[in-house]
């Protein structure tokens, strides 16, 4: 049972301002008030929703799970992920059609199944990002479709249990996908 939950604080915006923006992410600068009266400052990264894809598929050995491997450049590592991204050039897609989209691009996977698991939020306490979780099943291979930026990016078909032993090794670092399949696992979709 969830324990009741105060109401929510009121801050107060004095005044508020972009201080950088580029197609995918602006970063606003809030002057508050703070419910206890004392003004603070407040950054605030805006980006637009995202969505994750867990693709299950089915292997002669047992359930598999298809990851990517990628450069992220603002840390100087290759990460483990799930498939995962954003369309900044449709913001009226649905979550569904990105997820379906991203699936695609990024591993060349398409599923005849998109189970919508819920919503997250990345980084809520800099950041107003939603990304929303997805299973994706009755997979059928086809080519990648990758932007520019993901040319280093590879594909790759592990069992779901040495995706577990690849968490609990430390492996999977991407805080997205460890929270994703966290989800999917507590709702018993996989």
Not at 7 to 19: D, F, G, K, N, Q
Not at 84 to 102: H, I, K, L, Q, Y
Not at 107 to 130: C, E, I, P
Request: charge should be negative.
């Amino acid at each position: 049972m969830t324990p009741k939950e105060p109401p929510l604080p009121h801050y107060e915006v004095i005044s508020t301002r972009t201080a950088y923006q580029n197609r995918w992410t602006a970063v606003r600068e809030d002057i508050i008030r703070r419910p206890d009266g004392k003004d603070g400052l407040y950054g605030v990264v805006e980006r637009g929703e995202f969505v994750v894809v867990l693709p299950l598929g089915e292997g002669s050995a047992g359930p598999t799970v298809t990851l990517v491997r990628q450069y992220r450049y603002p840390i100087h590592e290759r990460l483990w992920e799930l498939p995962m991204g954003m369309w900044e050039s449709r913001p009226d897609a649905t979550p569904e059609e990105v997820a379906a989209g991203e699936l695609r691009e990024e591993t060349g996977l398409l599923a005849d199944r998109l189970v919508y698991a819920g919503h997250m939020f990345q980084g809520a306490g800099y950041s107003n990002q939603k990304g929303h979780v997805f299973l994706a099943s009755g997979l059928t291979q086809g080519p990648t479709d990758r932007e520019s930026t993901e040319d280093d990016m590879t594909c790759h078909t592990v069992l779901l249990a040495d995706f577990e032993a690849m968490i609990a090794r430390n492996d999977i670092t991407c805080m997205v996908t460890l929270a994703a399949f966290t989800m999917l696992r507590a709702r018993g979709l996989i």
